[in-house]
């Protein structure tokens, strides 16, 4: 009666156990949510599920016989597709094409577009997509990719489609749109698994639930009617404090940031497309967050921030009222730091020593230690930084990227710091962090912000904002619709305005609104 | 996660520094393989024909190899880059021709020789201009820019040699004809631009922005590097090594000839790839680059000393090509597993 089982899972990563006897069962036509904070190992169990690694022990049961997937094609054959955050689809080529990647109907040598139409304009249609199967996928807005992802997904009839935190890349109307997906997915009896970490969300539309934590099955497949937000919270989170202690010193974060007396002033900053007329403050010694969907502002205002793009109109001052400088070199000269956590793309070299990494920022872009380097000494000034911000690694030399993501993003951190900045600008920077690090990550913001730096963070992960910050700014479509602090910061006050503009009063939050 | 990676790279724990270690700290790290190729191909031609081992046939080897030895070293620092100046040849030929030239009409060699120094650097300036202002590939602006130079000199010159050079001149008789210690000038001065632009390799903001661009360029341009200006300075180099190449071949020859210089920049790319710096980018060695080319002429010398017609000369090298870089490549995916 289900369609995929898996039993008794358990797969260790080194020493660490990434899942302990852990299992899920899905039936046919019902929508499945798979919960649990980041590393509680949702995403190897995932992967498990789809072939991409194998499990070191535990079964796998699809249709009720035992199955072992050698790969993601092979689990893909059996009728077990994916649809992840990241999208893979070929941008160049069209909708139509991006449907039938690597298995095209053919006719003799040729490609049968006859038949790929045929099969492919029905699933579209279903979902809503109206769009020409021939355009090509770059001109489509990044909600209706999504779209062809999972109509990818579709035309090979899966008998279980496991969607991993699809709701971030589509958008305004989210919800809705989901809605209407799972509902023609049900009507197809797939077997739906559902990962996300947007709760009101899960609640309104799964049926069953099951949470993980450390590894371990806290909740097994019970009917969502039986739970509320608040109750996955705790099942989630278990008994552990909420709040984390801060481990790293406050003296040690003084010498790394530059204090100035005034803060940073945005005034009337309209970017091209996206943010409009936007105005804030941030002063020395707070972190302010910006939270916002893709598509409405906060990403690119952080862009702004760094100087990578130029407002259209409006001013942005630095700390110490300086006038924002043109270009992002500058902005780096100025006291800038853009922590991004698109670490691999935009952070690290990974081929490099970690030392290199360190001290990129300040001694090789900026200069600051003349025209001649010893390179002795700068080991040595990494290493300080290392065991600063507790950077696990063998040494100096060992190169970015034989590190975990956590100490990845440490080392991020570390090459900005090591040019002292008066204003930290991060983006997204605990994405795919482990729990430890992230709280070291957390900690040390407070301490950056403490020793009178000026912080800004947008997220993704609502509860980090949350925890972080001292007050947030919400943005949508591309304007300021509130600014939440106190006891009035809350996920569900974020969410609701992030999608909506507003805020419901209290007592009247529909599931779906 | 730090214990496992004690485990797998033993080289990460503390190691003994002996000599070859803190020699290749020095020069940059992966031209072993060219050095070791070139010293095995000496000694293996020199046990066959012993009469290749004489100083005066080494030297020779050293002495014809400058200028593509130069041009490689130069190259290096755009490789590493993920961008190649194949216009070197042309520029080589160009400040030759352009130097004869003004050497003929009765300007003092020295002047005439900063001139073409001059000429050289406003080729890279142009290269700069080409592919990063006007974002063109560096493969095919260059290789444009080779010929448009091939050409130029050709027609500034009649396409014909350009001779009657004065090579009393001190310009001709130091770069040219010049010894010391036995050794060309020449050499002297491949040896001094190798240390120098190793220094600046090794030790300068500029040398570790250019590795580090190759490693990633987006990651450089978030940390502040100004990713281009770095690049145009190194097209900036390419040229001015190019020009020292040209001019040292003309104090040599002692005539501008708008048809040498044939196939150099393939030798010099070919070159700084075998002595280590891969076309993937990243990494770099000037010392490897310089080694590479010097093996690469060694080799089409040392087929001399066997009977091989000169008709497969090419051939041969060509074919000596494609398996030093094969090595190389088969070196580095055993390697890839554990970088992983």
Known sequence: MYTLEAQDISKSYGGVRALDRAAIAVRPGSVHALLGENGAGKSTLVKIMTGAIRPDSGVLRLDGADVRFASTADAFRQGVGVVSQELSLFPHLSVLANMFPMREPRRGPFVDRREMLRLAVPILDELGLEVDPMVPVSRLPLAERQLVEIGKALVTKPRVLLLDEPTSALESGATDRLLHILRVLRSQDVAVVFVSHILEEVMSVCDEITVLRDGVVVTAGEDVGAHTVESVVSAMIGDRPRV???????????????????????????????????SFAVEPGEIVGLAGLAGSGPAELLRALAGIESPVRGTISLPGGIKAPHGQRAHIAAGVAYVSGDRRRLGLMLDKPVWENVVQVRTMAMGKDGAFLRVPGLVTRAGEHMSRLNIRASSPEATAGSLSGGNQQKVV????????????????????????????????????AAAGAVVVLRSTDLEELVAVCERVIVLYRGRICAELRGDGLSTSALLQLMNTGELAPEGSQAPAS | MSTKIDERRPEAAPRRAGVGTVVRKVFGADWSSAAIALVGLI????????????????????????????????????????????????????????????????????????????????VGALNSVVVLGIRINSLIATLAMGWVLRGLSAAISGGRQIIGMPIDHPFFTILGGGEILNVAVSVWILVLVVAVLTVVLRATPFGFRVREIGSNEDAAQFAGIPVRRTKATAFLMSGFIAGIAGLLGLAFFTSGDPTSGNGFELFAVAGAVIGGNPLTGGRATVFGAAIGAVLLNAVSIALVYFNIPAVWSQFATGLIIISAVSVDGIRRHRRSPQDA
Request: glycine content about 10%.
């Open chain 1, 244 to 278: 984390v202690v801060r481990p790293s010193g406050r003296a040690l974060a003084e010498q790394a940031v530059a204090t100035t007396t005034s803060g940073l002033r945005v005034d009337g900053v309209t970017l091209h497309r996206t943010v409009q007329d936007v």
């Open chain 1, 413 to 448: 951190l570390a090459k900005w710091l090591d040019n002292t900045p008066s204003t930290i600008v991060l983006d997204d920077p605990t994405r795919g962090v482990d729990i430890g690090a992230k709280a070291e990550i957390h900690g040390l913001l407070g301490d950056l």
């Open chain 2, 43 to 122: 000694v293996v031609v020199g046990l066959l024909r012993p009469e290749f081992l004489s100083f005066t046939q080494l030297s020779n080897v050293a002495q014809q190899s400058v200028y593509v030895a130069l041009m490689a070293s130069g190259l290096a620092f755009l490789i590493t880059q993920g961008e190649v100046d194949l216009s070197v040849g042309g520029t080589y030929v160009l400040s030759a021709v352009a130097t004869a030239i003004l050497i003929q009409n009765g300007l003092d060699p020295w002047l005439a020789a900063i001139c073409g120094l001059l000429l050289a650097v406003a």
